[in-house]
């Protein structure tokens, strides 16, 4: 049973670099051909695909948030991780990382983790 588990830093402050990672277990973040995606939910509003990264370490961002947006990852731990730069409080949201088969298309996910961005 693969499992995923969002951490970081619960309050950002505007115009700061928003950095949260996902740990996996259960499962290798290189076994082919699963995507590792971070995806956000803005309170009151639907869900957001943010980007991803690939079994291979390629990486796909959604093109509202390239701009600003970062997916790494640390085989080593078996995680991933998200930077949000710039932020404002528009982007205070639950965020949530995933795996599937297809980009948007998610099996697993996350607990999901509030940030809230606010001075």
């Known amino acids: 049973q693969v499992q995923l588990q969002e951490s970081g830093p619960g309050l950002v402050k505007p115009s700061q670099t928003l950095s949260l990672t996902c740990t996996v277990s259960?499962?290798?973040?290189?076994?082919?051909?699963?995507?590792w995606s971070w995806i956000r939910q803005p309170p009151g509003k639907g869900l957001e695909w943010m980007g991803a990264i690939a079994y291979s370490g390629s990486t796909y961002y959604s093109p509202s948030l390239k701009s600003r947006t970062s997916i790494s990852r640390d085989t080593s731990k078996n995680q991933f991780t998200l930077q949000l730069s710039s932020v404002t409080p528009e982007d205070t949201a639950v965020y949530y990382c995933?795996?599937?088969?297809?980009?948007?298309?998610?099996?697993?996910w996350g607990r999901g983790t509030l940030v809230t961005v606010s001075s």
């Open positions: 259960g499962g290798s973040i290189t076994t082919n051909y699963y995507f």
């Open positions: 995933a795996r599937g088969h297809v980009l948007g298309s998610n099996d697993y």
